[in-house]
C-alpha cells in the first residue's frame, strides 16, 4: 500500500509547497494569502482555553478593566484642567495662603479628581503585573502542554513517517512552533485589550468629531498593508529554508559533540564543519537582510501618512479651541485621545498583520498534528494468541522503501514456526532488518500478507503484538539514564522491578558489567550528564540485549547487536541467547556464522528475496552461497 495522509494534511502539505515554490520563484502573493494564518486563530484559542480556563477567564477580565483605564484617567485629566481653568477666573483666597484654599472648599473638587486619578495609576500598575505575570505562567503552560501533545502525537506516526526526510522538515517546524509561539499569546490578549481600549477612545473622539476616525483609518491602511506583506515573506523565506536549518543544526552538533569529538578531531574535520556552518549562516543573514531593509525603508514612508494625519486632525481640535467651541480641558482630551487613538490603532493594524504573520506559523503545528499513521489497530482487533501455536508465515510479502525503486525485500515466502530459533544471513542491504521490521508491524508489506496463527497480522491489536515482541536493533539507543534504566525501557511499566531488572541483566551476562560501576545500576551511564560513566560498545550491547529479556515477550529477535563483541563474547551471547529462548520464538541475525549455525534453521536472503533455507549442515552441503560465505569467514580464522 502507498503511504497516505489525511485530506487534511494533503491540503496543508499541498498548500505549503505551493507557497515554498513561489518565494523560489519569487512570484507575489495575494493579500488573502497574507492573511490566511488569521484562520488558525479560533484553534490556537481552543488549545489555551484546554491548557488552563482559569487562567485564560481571569487574563480576560483583567485586561477588559485595564483597556477602560487609559481613557478613563485622560477624561479625569480633562476634568481636572477644566476645573483649574474655571478656579483661575472665579474670586479666590490669597494666592500664597494654601490653609485659606483649602479651608474656602473650592479645591476640594480638584483634590477629589487628584485622588481619582491617582487610585487609576495605582490600579493600572497592579493590573499591569497581575496581567504579565498570568500571561508569562500561561504561555509556559501553554508550550509545555503543546510539547507534550506533539510527543504524544509523534509516538502514534509510523516508522517509515520518521524516515522520511520531509516529515522530518515538518516535524522541525511543528517543535518550533510548540516551543516559539509563547509571545503569540501575549500578543492575541494584548490586541483583544487594544480593541477595547480603541473603543473607548473612539466613542470619545465620535462625539466631536466622527470623520476623525475615518481620516485615521485611512492614513494607516496603507502601513498595514505593507506589515502583512512583509510578515508574509518572513514566514515564507523561514518555511522554504527549514532543510538547511536542519543542516545547520546538524552541523553545529556535529562540531562540538561527545559522539563525534573523536573522528572530528582525528580527521581534521573542524576546518570543514566551520566553513559549511559560516557558509549556511552566511546565506540565512544575507537573505534576512534583504528583507529587513526592504521592511525598514518602505515601513517608515507608510508609518509617515499616519504621522500627517495626526498633525491634520490636531490642527484642527486646536482651531475650534481658538474659536470657543472646545474647552482648553477638551483640547487637552481631544488631542490626547487622538494621539492615543492613532498610536493603537497603528499598533493595532500593525500587530495584527503581525499576529497574521505569527498565526501562520501555527501551520507548521496544526498541519503536523493532521498527519494520521497508516499502521493501526483495526476496529475489532483479534487478541493476541498465547501462546503462539503455529508461528508467522510470510505469504508472498514485499516491501519497498517510499521513493525507491528498488524492492527492499520481494517475494518471501517461509513460516517462522512457534518455538523456533531462526537465523537470518546474509549480505548487507540483503533485507533482513527490514524483514524484522515487517514481522514487528513497524512497516506493514506493499504485496502480500504475514500471517499469524494463520490470520493477517493487521488483525491484531497493535499494541498486544508489539508488546509480545522483544526486539534490539544493531542501532540500538544508547540513553543517558541509570543503568537500571537502561534496561527497563525494555518494559518501562516494570521500572520499579528490580528484581526483574536484575534478573534480565543477568541473562545478557550485563550483571558483570553494572558490578564494576560505582553506584551500580543507580549509576547514570553515558557521558551527557554530571558523574555519567561511559561503557565500551561491548559493554552498552549488553545492556541494550538486557531489553529484550526485560520485555519477557514470545518472540525474541536480536538484528545484529554483538557487532562489538569479540567472537567469544558473542558466541557466549548467542549460546545463551538460544538456551534463554527454548519456549519462546526466536530470530537472530548477524554476521558470524559459527554463531548463527546454533539456529533451528537459517535463511539465506540476497538482494531481498530468499536464496535457501535450511540447517546448517544443509546449506553447506547445497555449496551455495552460504557455504561460500562461511568458508570465506573460517579462512580468516585460519
Do not use: C
Not at 474670586?91 to 479628581?113: K, Q, T, Y
Not at 501462546?387 to 524492492?407: C, H, K, L, N, S
Not at 541483566?505 to 551511564?525: C, E, F, W
Amino acid at each position: 500500500m502507498p503511504r497516505n495522509y489525511s485530506m487534511g494534511a494533503r491540503a496543508a502539505k499541498a498548500t505549503k509547497a505551493t507557497a515554498a515554490e513561489r518565494v523560489q520563484h519569487g512570484e507575489r502573493r495575494t493579500l488573502r494569502e497574507r492573511m490566511s494564518g488569521i484562520r488558525n486563530i479560533p484553534p490556537f484559542i481552543a488549545l489555551v482555553w484546554q491548557t488552563s480556563r482559569p487562567m485564560m477567564l481571569g487574563e480576560a477580565l483583567l485586561r477588559i478593566v485595564r483597556a477602560l483605564l487609559p481613557v478613563a484617567t485622560l477624561y479625569v485629566g480633562k476634568l481636572i484642567i477644566d476645573e483649574v481653568v474655571l478656579l483661575t477666573k472665579s474670586p479666590h483666597p490669597a494666592a500664597d495662603d494654601l490653609a485659606a484654599w483649602l479651608a474656602s472648599g473650592m479645591l476640594d473638587p480638584i483634590l477629589w479628581l487628584l485622588a481619582l486619578e491617582f487610585g487609576l495609576a495605582v490600579l493600572s500598575d497592579v493590573l499591569g503585573r497581575s496581567v504579565s505575570l498570568l500571561d508569562s505562567l500561561l504561555a509556559e503552560k501553554f508550550s509545555n502542554e503543546t510539547s507534550l501533545r506533539l510527543m504524544a502525537h509523534a509516538a502514534t506516526l509510523d516508522l517509515e513517517d520518521f524516515e522520511d526526510s520531509e516529515l522530518q522538515d515538518r516535524l522541525e517546524r511543528a517543535r518550533r512552533q510548540a516551543a516559539g509561539r509563547m509571545s503569540l499569546l501575549g500578543q492575541l490578549f494584548g490586541q483583544a485589550q487594544d480593541i477595547v481600549t480603541i473603543v473607548s477612545f473612539g466613542a470619545g473622539l465620535f462625539v466631536y468629531a466622527p470623520w476623525l476616525i475615518a481620516l485615521m483609518a485611512i492614513a494607516l491602511l496603507p502601513a498595514f498593508i505593507g506589515e502583512a506583506h512583509f510578515n508574509a515573506q518572513s514566514y515564507s523565506l523561514n518555511y522554504a529554508r527549514t532543510p538547511e536549518r536542519r543542516e545547520l543544526d546538524y552541523v553545529r552538533r556535529t562540531g562540538a559533540s561527545v559522539e563525534t569529538a573523536k573522528e572530528v578531531k582525528i580527521f581534521g574535520l573542524n576546518p570543514f564543519l566551520i566553513d559549511r556552518y559560516r557558509a549556511l549562516s552566511t546565506s540565512f543573514f544575507d537573505a534576512n537582510r534583504a528583507l529587513a531593509l526592504r521592511r525598514a525603508s518602505l515601513g517608515g514612508v507608510l508609518t509617515a501618512l499616519g504621522t500627517i494625519a495626526y498633525y491634520v486632525a490636531y490642527a484642527y481640535i486646536v482651531w475650534r479651541t481658538l474659536h470657543g467651541e472646545f474647552t482648553i480641558g477638551d483640547l487637552t482630551f481631544l488631542a490626547g485621545s487622538f494621539r492615543r487613538l492613532r498610536n493603537l490603532l497603528e499598533d493595532l493594524l500593525m500587530g495584527f498583520s503581525q499576529l497574521a504573520g505569527q498565526a501562520l506559523y501555527l501551520d507548521d503545528l496544526f498541519s503536523f498534528f493532521e498527519i494520521e499513521p497508516e499502521i493501526v489497530s483495526p476496529p475489532n482487533p483479534l487478541p493476541f494468541p498465547t501462546p503462539i501455536r503455529m508461528g508467522f508465515t510470510f505469504d508472498d510479502a514485499g516491501f519497498r522503501y517510499p521513493g525507491a525503486e528498488r524492492w527492499a525485500v520481494r517475494h518471501l515466502n517461509f513460516t517462522l514456526h512457534a518455538r523456533e530459533v531462526l537465523a537470518l544471513v546474509g549480505e548487507n542491504g540483503a533485507g533482513k532488518t527490514t524483514l524484522v521490521k515487517l514481522l514487528a508491524r513497524l512497516y506493514d508489506p506493499d504485496e502480500g500478507r504475514i500471517l499469524l496463527d494463520g490470520r493477517d497480522l493487521r488483525d491484531y491489536d497493535l499494541q498486544a503484538l508489539r508488546s509480545n515482541i522483544g526486539v534490539i536493533f544493531q542501532d540500538f539507543v544508547r540513553y543517558h539514564l541509570t543503568a537500571a534504566d537502561n534496561i527497563a525501557v525494555g518494559r518501562i511499566d516494570a521500572r520499579n522491578d528490580r528484581t526483574r531488572i536484575v534478573g534480565a541483566a543477568q541473562r545478557s551476562l550485563a550483571d558483570d558489567v553494572i558490578a564494576k560501576l560505582p553506584d551500580g545500576y543507580d549509576q547514570v551511564i553515558g557521558k551527557l550528564f554530571r558523574g555519567g560513566i561511559d561503557l565500551s560498545g561491548g559493554e552498552w550491547q549488553k545492556i541494550a540485549i538486557a531489553r529484550a529479556y526485560m520485555r519477557d515477550a514470545q518472540v525474541l529477535i536480536l538484528d545484529e547487536p554483538t557487532a562489538a563483541l569479540d567472537a567469544r563474547a558473542e558466541f557466549e551471547v548467542f549460546q545463551r541467547f538460544k538456551e534463554l529462548s527454548r519456549d519462546r520464538t526466536a530470530v537472530l541475525i548477524s554476521h558470524r556464522f559459527s554463531s548463527v549455525r546454533m539456529a533451528d534453521r537459517i535463511v539465506v536472503l540476497a538482494d531481498g528475496m530468499i536464496e535457501a533455507i535450511g540447517t546448517h549442515d544443509e546449506l553447506l552441503r547445497q555449496n551455495g552461497r552460504y557455504a561460500e560465505l562461511f568458508e570465506l569467514q573460517a579462512a580468516g580464522y585460519r
